[in-house]
């Protein structure tokens, strides 16, 4: 089973900036499309960004210009650099990953993932 495991999350004051990261226990993250989501208002999550096997990212638009997501295929790891952060974004930020296949749908937030972390936690205070 992909179990992706979230690390980074904590407590900023509004205006600063976190680095969430994401491994994939036992598999290596070059054959998947990976993402960022976070806990939605109503339920569900919200899609923030995903970034494909060739390093191609689709954005938000609620965080274009504030959030960066990367990956290092050689340390197995994708990131969320995220900046200027607001109490608005206190949630709770879930990895996802779904394998590319030949074939597939691209990856873009819109097609979602497969395979959940457990989430962690920012919260940002006023």
């Known amino acids: 089973q992909v179990l992706p495991v979230e690390s980074g999350g904590g407590s900023v004051q509004a205006g600063g900036s976190l680095r969430l990261s994401c491994s994939l226990s036992?598999?290596?993250?070059?054959?998947?499309?990976m993402g960022w989501f976070r806990q939605g208002s109503i339920g569900g999550r919200d899609g923030l960004a995903t970034?494909?096997?060739?390093?191609?990212?689709d954005y938000a638009d609620l965080v274009k210009g504030r959030f960066t997501v990367s990956r290092d295929n050689a340390r197995n790891i994708l990131y969320l650099q995220m900046n200027n952060l607001q109490p608005e974004d206190t949630r709770l930020y879930y990895c996802?990953?779904?394998?590319?296949?030949?074939?597939?749908?691209?990856?873009?937030?819109?097609?979602?993932?497969?395979?959940w972390g457990e989430g962690t936690q920012v919260t940002i205070s006023s």
């Open positions: 970034i494909g096997t060739d390093g191609n990212a």
């Open positions: 036992g598999y290596s993250i070059n054959e998947y499309c």
């Open positions: 996802g990953a779904r394998k590319m296949t030949s074939g597939g749908r691209p990856c873009l937030i819109r097609y979602g993932m497969h395979f």
